[in-house]
């Protein structure tokens, strides 16, 4: 027997649900009519168009939370940071670290396996000028606090990539059963905050009825500047700075 094959069932149907969400009326018109209208260099290809879900395995040691798919990146190929720059900078960067099979994240069916590793977003929709709001991230936050919790019995390291990436992580965080100090820490790029398990919850909320792992491990929560094409452009985020975060984190992780 898969010693996480529960897991295994429960994440794809986790993965499901999020692809049907129609919660966001201003981001179901936004990723519909981008899928509709496409880019003049994809508009031979079908767009996805839907809710995008996380990346990995579901016995992840390392978490990576980013912001929302690119509305010509994730948004049409269904796979968060697959098919945009930003995504080319991640994977070289996993790639680089030992965390995945191949540099490029081109379209789902490229051969590309992640290594103890999982990638997700707060919003799973393509938001307009890449802005969703703090209430779109709210009413997204419950799918990330369940995917936290599916993940609990692995889990050791999350990187929140961003400001956005880190105010939405600390509150699932606590509410998928680990302490999280207050007042909250701040962002910042390289900041490292320890977050002991509480126990006590299942692997699903109520909603999912998936259960029997009892205490949660240490994790530790990292910060690091988002791979945008505007902090990769401009030099505020380097390759070497990316992969400095990410070696720290798998090595936290237990990666390496």
């Known amino acids: ?53 996380g990346f990995g395995p579901p016995d992840a040691r390392l978490l990576i939370v980013g912001l929302a798919p690119a509305a010509h990146g994730g ?18 960067a996993l790639y680089d670290v030992g965390l995945a ?78 302490g999280v100090p207050r007042p909250r820490p701040a962002f910042g790029h390289g900041v490292r905050v320890g977050l002991d398990g509480l126990g006590g919850h299942g692997g699903l909320d109520g909603h999912g009825g998936h259960g029997g792992h009892g205490g949660l491990g240490r994790l530790e929560l990292f910060g690091c500047f988002h791979v945008s094409q505007r902090n990769t452009f401009t030099g505020k985020l380097t390759p070497a700075m990316l992969t400095e975060v990410l070696s720290e984190a798998a090595e936290a992780a237990g990666l390496k």
Not at 16 to 31: K, N, S, T
Not at 77 to 89: A, C, H, K
Request: overall charge positive.
């Open 1 to 53: 027997m898969r010693p996480y094959g529960g897991a295994v069932d429960a994440l794809a149907d986790l993965d499901l649900r999020i692809a049907g969400c129609r919660a966001c009326p201003r981001l179901v018109d936004w990723r519909e009519e981008v899928a509709r209208t496409r880019r003049a260099a994809f508009a031979d290809q079908t767009y996805w168009g839907r809710p995008v879900p």
């Open 75 to 92: 948004n049409r190929t269904g796979r968060m940071f697959t098919g945009d720059r930003s995504g080319d900078v991640l994977y070289q």
């Open 101 to 178: 099979s191949q540099p490029t994240s081109v379209a789902v069916g490229d051969g590309l396996e992640l290594y103890g590793v999982r990638v997700t977003a707060p919003v799973h929709c393509a938001p307009p000028a890449n802005k969703p709001t703090p209430g779109e991230r709210e009413t997204c936050r419950p799918w990330l606090v369940r995917e936290l919790r599916l993940l609990r019995p692995t889990l050791r390291a999350v990187v929140a990539l961003g400001a956005f990436g880190w105010q939405a992580t600390l509150p699932a965080l606590a509410e998928a059963g680990w």
